[in-house]
C-alpha cells in the first residue's frame, strides 16, 4: 500500500508533467512531448478527430499560433498507477481573442515512469 511519502512524491511528478505538456505546446517543444507521451498515446481534438502520437507532434511541430497557455484550477486524480488530470486552460488566439476550456489527460506509470496516454480538449463556447 502506498505512503503519503509515496502519494506526495507521485503528486509533485504528475504536477510537474502537467506544466511540461502545457509548456510544449505552446512552444512547440516536440522533444519535451516525444519523451512524456506513450507511444500508444492517443488524443482527441476539438474538431472531433482523434490523433495517434505521431499525429500529435505532427501537430505541435507546427507554427504556433497561441500565446498565454496557461492551466488553472487543476485536479490531479491519482488511482495507483493511474492518474487522471483535470484542467481549464486560457490562451489567446494570433488575432488576439481569448480562449478558455477544459482538459483531461490520462497518465499511466509504466516501469516506474509516468507518461500521458491520452488527452482530451474541448473549447468554451467563446474559444
Known sequence: MPTNAHTRRDLDALTALNLDFIASVQEGDVKRLDE??????????????????????????????????VAEDVRIRLLGDFAIIHGRFDS?????????????????????????VSAHYHLG???
Open 36 to 69: 512524456i507521451l506513450a507511444e500508444d498515446f492517443m488524443g482527441s481534438q476539438p474538431d472531433g478527430s482523434l490523433l495517434d502520437k505521431a499525429g500529435f507532434l505532427g501537430l505541435t511541430a507546427r507554427p504556433v499560433t497561441i500565446s498565454g497557455l
Open 92 to 116: 489567446r488566439t494570433a488575432e488576439g481573442k481569448p480562449r478558455r476550456g477544459r482538459y483531461t489527460d490520462n497518465w499511466v506509470r509504466r516501469d516506474g515512469t509516468w507518461v500521458a
Open 125 to 127: 463556447q467563446d474559444g
